[in-house]
Antibody
Framework: EVQLVESGGGLVQPGGSLRLSCAAS????????MNWVRQAPGKGLEWVSY????????YYADSVKGRFTISRDNAKNSLYLQMNSLRAKDTAVYYC??????????????WGQGTLVTVSS | IQLTQSPSSLSASVGDRVTITCRAS??????LAWYQQKPGKAPKLLIY???TLQSGVPSRFSGSGSGTDFTLTISSLQPEDFATYYC?????????FGPGTKVDIK
């Protein structure tokens, strides 16, 4: 059974840092591209970052570029998001999501349960 | 690429046929997925490649469209379908989501 379990969320002051983790199981983690998606309270979904299966290709949303760093450890079946210079607007539930493909098209087929990050003084 | 959805919310009864539209600001071929999200839960994939039903998703859900205009249809709304629905484009990064359509009970 495919599972994605996020951890590392919590309360942090503006300007602070936090590192999120996503533990993957039930599939060959090293074969899949991964993403982080967030959702502010009562708001819609916002894509945050992408990393290729090897880690060689990375993308960020403009809203987090220069402050967040995505990484992965395929030996540990884990995905990470290092978040620095946090702002109140970064307050959200953060989800990791697996990117899959079928018929030459892509989709996010598995999502974690999410971890809440609250940025407040 | 920006996505718009309409309506932003709708009220419907069990058994109703429901249609949600998603429009992309530029052509995305069929690189469109639909998700269902219930309060406090992660999104669930319903449809990918604009019209391909994800395994395990009931056949009352269907999708259509290509290019810039897409539709999600629920042929006969069931009690468990009351949720928020999002479209997503995966044609290019940054990946974007539509603002969502909330379907609630009439």
């Amino acid at each position: 059974e495919v599972q994605l379990v996020e951890s590392g969320g919590g309360l942090v002051q503006p300007g602070g840092s936090l590192r999120l983790s996503c533990a993957a199981s039930g599939f060959t983690f090293s074969s899949y591209e991964m993403n982080w998606v967030r959702q502010a309270p009562g708001k819609g979904l916002e894509w945050v970052s992408y990393i290729s299966s090897s880690g060689s290709t990375i993308y960020y949303a403009d809203s987090v570029k220069g402050r967040f760093t995505i990484s992965r450890d395929n030996a540990k079946n884990s995905l990470y998001l290092q978040m620095n210079s946090l702002r109140a607007k970064d307050t959200a539930v953060y989800y990791c999501a697996r990117k899959n493909w079928g018929l030459a098209y892509y989709y996010f087929d598995y999502w974690g349960q999410g971890t809440l990050v609250t940025v407040s003084s | 690429i920006q996505l718009t959805q309409s309506p932003s919310s709708l009220s419907a009864s069990v058994g109703d046929r429901v249609t949600i539209t998603c429009r992309a600001s530029q052509g995305i071929s069929s690189y469109l997925a639909w998700y269902q999200q219930k309060p406090g839960k992660a999104p669930k994939l319903l449809i990918y490649a604009a019209s391909t039903l994800q395994s395990g998703v009931p056949s009352r859900f269907s999708g259509s469209g290509s290019g810039t205009d897409f539709t999600l249809t629920i042929s006969s709304l069931q009690p468990e379908d009351f949720a928020t629905y999002y479209c997503q484009q995966l044609n290019s990064y940054p990946i974007t989501f539509g603002p969502g359509t909330k379907v609630d009970i009439k």
